[in-house]
């Protein structure tokens, strides 16, 4: 176990019916910016509830975040916030919402050319905006950090940041407001859990035995619950549950100490930028691949995995890992998520194309043991076609 | 799963080394007071490291803080902390350490009669002074919560208090600084961590799957580790995991939005303020006694932790219900926690006493389904002869 320092103090607020007290949590002198994408908080009811909450405050609206933030539209954002003199941002949706308004937060008094917070990881030079967060769709555990990811639509370029100032104050997870999710985003939203939690587990032992446990518990609640929660989506009980794997998948808590991977993001972003197939998606792609492509530096996480996680009991060891990576794709085939390229009519026409981009970028030697090259990234691509 | 609202913001630096960040974790404007315990920090060297790293701060020392932190040494802290002017609290040492710190935090600025602060929950009418802590004893997870509990040598009480304004701003974890810890207080450490979770998690189904799982986690690691820390304490990445167990054990997380049962915790205080027996023993006595006589109404867990945790498969569900209580009482033997009062010399001379005494206390129905009686806590006591 490596030293670390871990603090989050994000406020979480939990329940059915919590988002009445977003008055109480955003003081009534501070002028609010109330961000959302294309408009289904109008439809889920979520958007008329937090405008009889916030009744007594003074509120603007910016709309039309789409998934995957672009820089273009953010940075209107930011005019706005400017001219408007707003002194609180609350980020209404999902992942690609609380993102963005994170940027936002940033950006606003930023003094250069604002991409690059992103793309060289400038030190933020203005104050940056407190955010509340309400989140309407599981997946990226944007609630309960400060890590967000911008596309930049000139470039093609889909990069994450990490910046400890963008950490909302609070956020509010009310199960009740992903009941009308659309079929397909609950099951991108569980994929994205998952392969959070892989991320930062299947690399090599670290003597982090909590930590290990803590992500088991993560990955089989997700097996176990999220099935289910596709034939039910208005049960509350698996809601909660979703939406707490979710964000335990990545708030911090279980790769304290411990080596991370984050090549199969690395390359999903990609294949997002350049193809458009969706986040959760790209991950249920690449990620047998990257498994296959680096079996033996993780077997021993591997055979971890196939054993305490899908219970694998018979066979040799190789036998457990395969079946467990089998195992681990047919989890994702039963949440209706496709796993190869060729089900999304993706052809290998942009595999150089992104061993370049990654090797321009200077991911010349990645994952949890620095030895994923972009020619693997290529590897992983050819076993996924 | 309830509604719940979760937020901990201490900050954990963790690993060897780390008390060397002392110097920049605290504004050297501040005038400090050490609070330590009986001079273990001199000889296993932490506090030679805590004067080194603190030698540009303004330091005062007040030491003798005892196991079972009693009110009339900690009321002679805070007039210390008012006539030095000190205004940053650094505690060094194990729980009761901490725990005594956090009451002299909120009692410094008190007005009125400071133990009502713990007997009456009286609110915090003054200023609390920031707290940072080096724990050097791990079980009672007060590096990363607001919890203290305070003894009142007069009337013989142990109780307990939560009040969030005494939460530490930072705590150092150094694993390398409980290599010279006595066999017992390890031993009564592991227990302590081991029952703080099954207060959480042994009391009914509330469809918290991923918050059993965590408690799970907690539990499993330290099965594993206990036996083998305790024949080998200067292993470093046992001593991380031990360490890491009893801060997650009582942070919060694994508690937010379930039942909770705390009457173990409840009679083995009595335990302790009248018979002076150590805190890890007084659960380790009663645990077994309580799960006895809960044994049906916490059925369900109670059949989920034999099998989930001790991984029994064979026999009835009475049967793997009355195994697991038997493995648990084998646990604590075999970490040399004798789990009997006689192993104790305890005899039943109190047991009215303490009937009466949880009964003016308005313990009257108590645990997670409110239907523990004071009378209930003597059958238990009678169990465990």
Redesign the interface.
């Known amino acids: ?18 988002i009445s007290k977003l008055s109480s949590l955003i003081d009534t002198n501070k002028k609010v910016m109330l961000l959302y994408g294309g408009g289904s908080i109008k439809r889920n009811g979520v958007y008329d509830q937090v405008m009889e909450s916030l009744k007594n405050h003074t509120v603007v609206e910016f709309s039309g975040i789409e998934p995957n933030p672009q820089y273009g539209t953010l940075m209107r954002a930011v005019q706005m916030v400017r001219n408007e003199k707003v002194d609180f941002l609350l980020a209404v949706g999902g992942g690609s919402v609380l993102d963005g308004t994170k940027f936002i937060s940033a950006a606003t008094n930023f003094k250069g050319y604002a991409w690059d917070i992103i793309a060289k990881n400038a030190p933020l030079t203005g104050v940056t905006l407190p955010i509340g967060t309400i989140i309407t769709l599981p997946a990226t555990g944007s609630e309960m950090n400060a890590n967000f990811v911008v596309t930049n639509e000139d470039t093609k370029e889909k990069l994450g940041m990490n910046k400890p100032e963008v950490l909302p104050q609070f956020s509010i997870l009310d199960p009740e407001a992903i009941y009308s999710l659309p079929e397909k985003q609950v099951s991108n939203g569980i994929v994205d859990s998952f392969i959070h939690t892989t991320e930062q587990y299947l690399t090599y032992p670290d ?5 290990d ?2 992500a ?3 990955l ?2 997700l097996i ?2 999220g099935p289910k929660y596709l034939k039910d989506k208005t049960n509350y ?1 698996l809601a ?2 979703f939406m ?2 979710a964000t ?1 998948a990545l708030n911090g ?1 279980i790769s ?2 411990m080596p991370q991977d984050w090549v199969t993001h690395m390359i999903g972003h990609e294949l997002t930028a350049l193809y458009g197939v969706d986040h959760g998606q790209s991950l249920a792609i690449v990620l047998p691949g990257v498994l296959e492509v680096k079996k033996e530096e993780k077997a021993e996480k591997l055979l971890q995995y196939a054993e305490r996680v899908w219970d694998i009991t018979e066979g040799t060891n190789e036998e457990k890992i395969d079946l467990a990576i089998q195992k681990t794709i047919d989890f994702f085939e039963s949440l209706g998520v496709k796993t190869r390229l060729s089900d999304y009519n993706i052809d290998d026409s942009k595999f150089e194309m992104i061993r370049q981009r990654l090797t321009k970028r200077n991911m010349l030697l990645t994952g949890e043991r620095k030895s994923f090259t972009p020619e693997d990234a290529v590897k992983v691509l050819e076993l996924r076609k």
């Open positions: 176990m490596q030293n670390f320092i871990f603090q989050n103090s994000v406020k979480i607020v939990f329940g059915k019916g919590q003597h982090g035995y909590l930590q446990r803590q088991e518990a993560i089989k609640t176990e619950i009980e909660s549950n707490w794997c335990n808590n304290v100490g």
